[in-house]
């Protein structure tokens, strides 16, 4: 008879293979997310930092007025030893082991803050069809807030995930019609601090606008398999911020820079 751990870690694998996701409860305790509260409180005081200019920052509407506001840190792990310390906790990645039957290495790192009244993301996938981009990416949800449907936790639709990339695989990001998934499937990721989230770079997913009064701070990681490339953050973010830089261009903003 298998130990409660493997018949647990076997659960896992299986549901993930079947439905793109799984949900670990209290994999993190409140003092392992203190430090990490707190750095999140910090940086938002970085107001050298948080700049339209600025590379690293990302920035969201108000789903009322269309004011422009700072939403996130991508990437994070730089700016704080504690966040990094949690991304690459053994607890999260003996969890992805699980999920991939092997070792797992960090791909990108965010820390989103989704203020009251942020707007949410339409249904999408995370897999950007780039050279060479891992197709073993998942993403990982560890919330620093309750992650409830009034505050737009995300939402993914199980199965999905083995019909691979449901858009133009032409390395630009695609929002999907809502009519590629079965409303009715729909699994909001209501999570509590310490639960994470795991779901596949293929599962569709969205969010809803925070309608609450609080913020709903999260990490939001993602890893690819050691096999499938291996340690690839650094050149993500080089070849991201290159991307960024034309996209900014675009609308004739040249005056970027990354800090």
Known sequence: ??????????????????????IVRGLFTADDLAPVIAESERLLAR????????????WQNHCQTGECRFDAFDPI?????????????VRLL???????????????????????GATGYGL???????????????????????????????????????????????????ELPLTTVDEATAVPLVLEPGDVGVFSGFTPHRSEANAS???????????????????QRDAHYREFQVWLKKKYAEYDRNDTYFD
Request: contains cysteine; neutral net charge.
């Open 77 to 89: 792990i730089d700016l704080s030893p504690a966040i990094e310390r949690l991304a690459r906790d």
């Open 124 to 174: 999408h996938q995370d897999y950007i069809a780039w050279p060479g981009f891992p197709k073993s990416f998942v993403s990982v949800v560890v919330p620093l807030d309750a992650a409830t449907a009034a505050n737009g936790c995300t939402v993914v639709y199980p199965g999905r995930h083995r019909e691979s990339c449901l858009s133009a695989a032409d390395g630009d990001y695609h």
């Open 47 to 58: 107001k050298d930092l948080i700049d339209l200019r600025n590379l690293r920052c990302r």
């Open 1 to 22: 008879m298998m130990s409660s751990t493997l018949a647990a870690q076997s659960k896992r694998a299986g549901q993930y293979a079947r439905e793109g996701y799984v």
């Open 94 to 116: 003996d969890v992805l082991h699980d999920v991939y039957g092997e070792p797992t290495c960090l791909f990108k790192d965010k820390l989103i803050y989704k203020p009251p």
């Open 213 to 231: 009064t609080q913020w709903r701070r999260q990490l939001y990681l993602s890893y690819n398999a050691l096999s499938d490339g291996g340690d």
